[in-house]
């Protein structure tokens, strides 16, 4: 068990096998606090995301950061995380926020990161999880993003953490 503030004073004690990430709160989404810890039922913490990340992984030795759009980092179970996830070109352009050069699976939802494919398959695979080799071919990537977008994702915040950060209004409601 490790011990957490909440955003409101309170000390929760918490399972670190319950968090399934962490990343540093956002003031321009609203969020309270310093850490955002997911997988809790109220996300926001005090704490420092780095000593969250740090506590966890004294519990969990599979939880590890990689680098968010932005360059700050998120921390999540690499044991159950999958990836890659192949990212259309057109998001792989650079934004006012970062660059998104990959993505993986966290739980049932999509983290865009700023590190490229093999960086992602290598930590994957190097903590257990399910890695599968990175696309190289373009033609198979081509035709592995049309079958993705034929998906039915109904609402991109469903679908991706963090997704109001990387997604525009009108591609959301989608």
Same mark, same amino acid.
Not at 53 to 58: E, I, K, S
Not at 79 to 92: E, F, I, M, R, Y
């Given at each position: 068990m490790i011990t957490l503030t909440r955003f =409101? +004073? *309170?000390a929760v004690q918490i399972k670190a096998t319950d968090i399934v990430r962490v990343?540093?709160?956002e003031a321009d989404l609203g969020e309270k606090g310093n850490s955002r810890v997911d997988g809790l039922i109220i996300p926001f913490y005090n704490d @420092? /995301?780095? $000593? *969250? $990340?740090?506590?966890?992984?004294? !519990?969990?030795?599979s939880f590890i950061s990689l680098a968010q759009p932005g360059g700050k980092p998120v921390w999540f179970n +690499?044991?159950? $995380?999958? +990836? /890659? #996830? /192949?990212?259309?070109? #057109? =998001? %792989?352009e650079p934004m006012p926020y970062g660059q998104i050069r990959s993505a993986l699976m966290i739980g049932d939802k999509i983290q865009y *990161?700023?590190?490229?494919? =093999? !960086? *992602?398959y290598n930590? @994957? &695979?190097? %903590?257990g999880g399910h890695a599968e080799p990175p696309i190289k071919s373009a033609q198979h990537a081509i035709e592995v993003m049309a079958t993705l977008s034929? &998906?039915?994702l109904g609402n991109a +915040? =469903? #679908?991706i953490w963090d997704a109001q950060l990387y997604i525009t209004d009108a591609a959301a409601d989608m």
């Open positions: =409101d +004073g *309170v990343r540093q709160t @420092i /995301p780095s $000593a *969250v $990340a740090t506590a966890v992984h004294a !519990e969990v030795a +690499g044991a159950k $995380a999958s +990836g /890659p #996830v /192949p990212v259309a070109k #057109v =998001d %792989q *990161v700023n590190n490229t494919p =093999d !960086e *992602v930590v @994957i &695979l190097a %903590q034929t &998906l039915s +915040g =469903d #679908v």
